[in-house]
């Protein structure tokens, strides 16, 4: 139980183009999920706090125009890199709360975006 | 503020020894405690949790203690493989902010 997946696993762009991915609770209804960005030998940074039916939370000196994200449903999350650049190159990890009032979040394997 | 310390990586080690990786917390109230691994190029995996003093979280070998006068959270496991070799993030909860809180990670590689 408890899984979440994500897709596309990896995903190549042209800069200036816009690049969506999806995180998706497969077993389990998660009215929270979060989204981290990782760097090559370096730990998750959070990006933003996505709730289910309302606006998420961005992390300070995060772009919330250039990194959108949409919890549509109990069960998918979607972020969308906007204008992408080749800095927004990174390994970005959706995780999901495994049920209200838990403390424990469940993450995706992570989707390789490279911008060319 | 909350905030996780983890010891420098990389280490390692022999199959079949035995492994620490240590973990410390600064946090206030009580937060849950857990250990995330990473194997190269996935996704982060629970390996196990703790959610108040005293609690010892377990799984595949693994243990780990919720050490509150030590603020401590050490990874344990008497015998490591060659298949263990990853990414090792210890973590904290914190409710009132409803994020977690990572160190920043230790990679262990075990030679055969």
Not at chain 1, 2 to 12: D, G, L, R
Not at chain 1, 76 to 88: F, G, I, K, N, Y
Not at chain 2, 86 to 98: D, R
Request: charged share 15%; with cysteine.
């Amino acid at each position: 139980g408890a899984v979440v997946s994500q897709h596309p696993s990896w995903v190549i762009c042209k800069s200036g183009t816009s690049v969506k991915i999806e995180c998706r609770s497969l077993d389990f209804q998660a009215t929270t999920m979060f989204w981290y960005r990782q760097f090559p030998k370096q730990s998750l940074m959070l990006m933003a706090t996505s709730n289910e039916g309302s606006k998420a939370t961005y992390e300070q000196g995060v772009e919330k125009d250039k990194f959108l994200i949409n919890h549509a449903s109990l069960t998918l999350s979607t972020l969308t890199v906007t204008s992408a650049h080749p800095e927004d190159s990174s390994f970005y990890i959706c995780s999901a709360l495994g049920g209200f009032g838990t403390d424990t979040q469940y993450f995706g394997p992570g989707t390789r975006l490279t911008v060319l | 503020g909350n905030s996780v310390t983890q010891m420098e990586g990389p280490v390692t080690l022999s199959e079949e020894a035995f492994l620490t990786i240590n973990c410390t917390y600064t946090a206030t109230g009580y937060p849950s405690l857990f250990w995330y691994v990473q194997y190269p190029g996935e996704g982060l995996q629970l390996l196990l949790k703790a959610t108040k003093a005293d609690d010892k979280g377990s799984n595949k070998g693994f243990e780990a203690t919720y050490r509150k006068e030590t603020t401590s959270f050490h990874l344990e496991k008497g015998s490591v493989q060659v298949s263990d070799s990853a990414v090792y993030f210890c973590a904290l909860y914190s409710g009132n902010t409803g994020k977690l809180i990572f160190g920043q990670g230790t990679t262990l590689q075990v030679k055969p």
